[in-house]
């Protein structure tokens, strides 16, 4: 046997989506049900463990022999499943190798084929699909009941074809696509599971006594909204809209950014109102929920795993998972105000934190990295690139002022200000430079006085009449920039036109080629980004492709949006390559940054290895300045 294709029904009393594979498996009551598998292409078979049906001994064999390839469609979760099983029923230590496996679900991605088992058949036209009738199926076999479900019978017979045919669109989406993931990708495929199996360790008493003081503090919210508002469920849209209504505040919507903007716009608001609304978004923190699936999540060792999503995102990036590492507030509490703050949340003393930091739910906001700590005698090892994404967008456009900058000063706001406003770098003044600052963090991508405002212009003191000259004015200074735009729209048209084969953009290190399914375009690295079904509407011309199902738009301006983040992700990815095979424990990264844990002993050490390497451009990128910042800490936090 050479490759073994695979796809597994389960049981737990966990729930999956909550705490994520390897809490759901390491739970007592979890179980393998059905083992379906395809060995070197043969037809799909299942043993119904469930029912005593033993593995044959040549298939129980393949699973952890190096010289058999496993296959499956989001191979994690196959993986750790079968990791836990084996260790049930015989001595066997961690996780099985993920260098055996190959994800077809990560393939899928690669190419343009992103989404879960139907998405990926249907985009992929593959003749097999995915039953429909599954997730009733699922939800009677695979999830706790009230009664005990008989594992027989009708019912049961249909799941057994449903995990037979999940094997047969497995095989079918891996045959569909164009190639396998490349050799590079597998390597980092490899890599970020076993990031997710060793997992990072989380301060359990923090997260407790948080989610017990914000359930005290939401409680003490409501309470005090339904004195304000009279109304017996405020959390009701409809109550509380009504209620304002009848204060002569009508609001269409009660989302953060209407209630924000009520807030700070001049309109007359009564006392009352004005308390309602801010007590309304005082209980808005879906931030601080973090804290409770870090609590549930971590296994019985502390650490949370699977935490990171491999080509979660079109570019290549990772998707965050579970406590969504990409999507952590940062908080305005730094230093000493930080570890006072921590060290109250950790006492349970909620009235020292309302007496020294105001809003218990701002202070809780403003810890949650801090959820994430080291092993014990271990310390964390921050590394993150210095403003990657302005430094690949100057390189790939050839915008030589801004990569002087980079090489030397590293002022680019201040450089940028002085362009735009046609004076020297020493008459930047503090007005300036916060413009040049809001138009490089806003502009890049062809945005416009829309984007100024989403980035904070006005907030910085900008007036809105000269949103659109700040947009002409940095598009001036920025040539290059806006040529790279034009020239990667018009190369991605053409080839998707078939008016050309092949055409070179970014002083030829991106390459647009076209595909039997729509457009690739090759990175620096040799990696391709897939588009599929790219085309011009006939009849305003506005360029599309198809994503997850349904048609996006796009244009040169996010193209190179995609472009310069795919490039920003490879960079980490070679450094995080590199870093691991210099034996750095990698427990967690996100964009543009990388957390080791490291002995106490050693972490200066493994902070100045993690800052060369993420400061020295790989061979497919010369020329390009990069620079890279760290520290050390013994809990995580920003800077």
Same mark, same amino acid.
């Given at each position: 046997m050479r490759t073994l294709g695979i796809d597994i029904e389960t049981f737990s009393?966990?729930?999956?989506?909550?705490?994520?594979?390897?809490?759901?498996a390491a739970s007592p009551g979890f179980r393998v049900l059905l083992f379906g598998y395809s060995a070197d292409g043969s037809p799909a078979e299942v043993c119904d463990l469930a029912n005593g049906e033993p593995l044959p001994r040549?298939?129980?064999?393949?699973?952890?022999?190096?010289?058999?390839?496993?296959?499956?469609?989001?191979?994690?979760?196959?993986?750790?499943?079968?990791s836990e099983h084996l260790r049930r029923g015989r001595p066997f230590d961690g996780y099985l190798d993920p260098a055996q496996w190959r994800c077809t679900m990560a393939q899928a991605a690669y190419w343009g084929a992103s989404g879960g088992l139907r998405q990926a058949g249907a985009c992929l036209g593959t003749d097999v699909q995915k039953d429909a009738a599954g997730t009733r199926l699922m939800n009677r076999f695979s999830r706790p009941q009230p009664a005990p479900v008989p594992r027989e019978g009708e019912d049961w017979e249909r799941f057994v074809a449903y995990c037979r045919t999940d094997v047969e669109c497995e095989t079918a989406i891996a045959a569909a696509l164009p190639g396998p993931l490349p050799e590079r990708e597998q390597?980092?495929?490899?890599?970020?599971?076993?990031?997710?199996?060793?997992?990072?360790?989380?301060?359990?008493?923090?997260?407790?006594?948080?989610?017990?003081?914000?359930?005290?503090?939401?409680?003490?919210?409501?309470?005090?909204?339904?004195?304000v508002t009279g109304l017996a469920n405020p959390n009701s849209v409809a109550q509380l809209k009504g209620w304002l209504d009848a204060q002569g505040a009508c609001m269409p919507s009660l989302n953060r950014e209407a209630v924000e903007a009520a807030l700070a716009g001049g309109g007359e608001l009564s006392d009352a109102v004005r308390e309602a609304l801010s007590l309304?978004?005082?209980?808005?923190?879906?931030?601080?929920?973090?804290?409770?699936?870090?609590?549930r999540a971590a296994g019985e060792d502390g650490r949370l795993r699977g935490s990171f999503q491999f080509y979660g995102a079109s570019t290549g990036r990772w998707a965050g998972r579970l406590v969504q590492l990409q999507n952590l507030a940062r908080g305005d509490l730094q230093g000493r105000d930080r570890d006072m703050a921590r060290e109250l949340v950790r006492a349970g003393d909620a009235d020292g934190v309302r007496m020294l930091y105001?809003?218990?739910?701002?202070?809780?906001?403003?810890?949650?990295?801090?959820?994430?700590?080291?092993?014990?005698?271990?310390?964390?090892?921050?590394?993150?690139?210095?403003?990657?994404?302005?430094?690949?967008?100057?390189?790939?456009?050839?915008?030589?002022?801004?990569?002087?900058?980079?090489?030397?000063?590293?002022?680019?706001?201040?450089?940028?200000?002085?362009? /735009?406003?046609?004076?020297?770098?020493?008459?930047?003044?503090?007005?300036?430079?916060?413009?040049?600052?809001?138009?490089?963090?806003?502009?890049?991508?062809?945005?416009?006085?829309?984007?100024l405002e989403? /980035?904070?212009?006005?907030?910085?003191?900008?007036?809105?009449?000269?949103?659109?000259?700040?947009?002409? /004015?940095?598009?001036?200074?920025?040539?290059?920039?806006?040529?790279?735009?034009?020239?990667?729209?018009?190369?991605?048209?053409?080839?998707?036109?078939?008016?050309?084969?092949?055409l070179a953009v970014a002083k030829g290190r991106i390459e647009v080629s076209g595909a039997g399914f729509g457009v690739l375009v090759r990175l620096p690295s040799g990696r391709a980004l897939a588009y599929r079904g790219m085309r011009a509407d006939p009849c305003d011309g506005r360029l599309s492709y198809v994503a997850a199902g349904s048609r996006t738009e796009t244009y040169g301006g996010r193209l190179v949006e995609n472009v310069t983040q795919a490039?920003?992700?490879?960079?980490?990815?070679?450094? /995080?390559?590199?870093?691991?095979?210099?034996g750095r424990r990698i427990v967690a990264h996100v964009h543009d940054e990388v957390v080791m844990e490291a002995d106490e002993a050693e972490a200066a050490s493994v902070l100045g290895a993690a800052r060369a390497a993420m400061s020295r451009a790989p061979e497919w990128a010369p020329g390009l300045p990069l620079s890279a910042e760290g520290y050390v800490c013994d809990y995580y936090r920003k800077g």
């Open positions: 009393d966990e729930d999956l989506g909550a705490v994520g594979v390897h809490r759901y040549e298939v129980a064999r393949a699973l952890d022999d190096p010289q058999v390839v496993k296959r499956a469609f989001n191979a994690q979760f196959e993986r750790v499943c079968l390597r980092l495929y490899v890599l970020d599971q076993r990031v997710n199996d060793a997992g990072v360790r989380v301060d359990r008493a923090l997260a407790r006594c948080a989610v017990r003081m914000a359930e005290d503090n939401d409680e003490r919210l409501q309470a005090r909204l339904r004195a309304r978004l005082a209980g808005a923190k879906a931030t601080n929920k973090k804290y409770a699936v870090a609590a105001g809003d218990v739910a701002e202070t809780l906001k403003s810890l949650v990295r801090t959820v994430l700590v080291p092993a014990r005698g271990a310390a964390l090892v921050v590394s993150d690139f210095a403003s990657v994404e302005a430094r690949v967008l100057a390189w790939l456009a050839g915008e030589e002022w801004a990569l002087d900058v980079f090489r030397t000063t590293g002022r680019v706001y201040e450089a940028t200000a002085a362009r /735009m406003f046609r004076v020297a770098e020493g008459e930047v003044t503090k007005e300036l430079r916060q413009r040049g600052k809001v138009a490089t963090l806003a502009l890049g991508y062809q945005g416009g006085p829309a984007a989403r /980035m904070g212009a006005l907030r910085a003191g900008v007036d809105k009449r000269d949103l659109p000259r700040l947009v002409r /004015m940095w598009r001036l200074a920025n040539p290059g920039i806006v040529r790279l735009w034009a020239e990667t729209e018009d190369a991605v048209r053409a080839v998707a036109a078939r008016e050309a084969g092949r490039v920003a992700r490879d960079l980490l990815a070679e450094a /995080m390559l590199e870093l691991h095979g210099d």
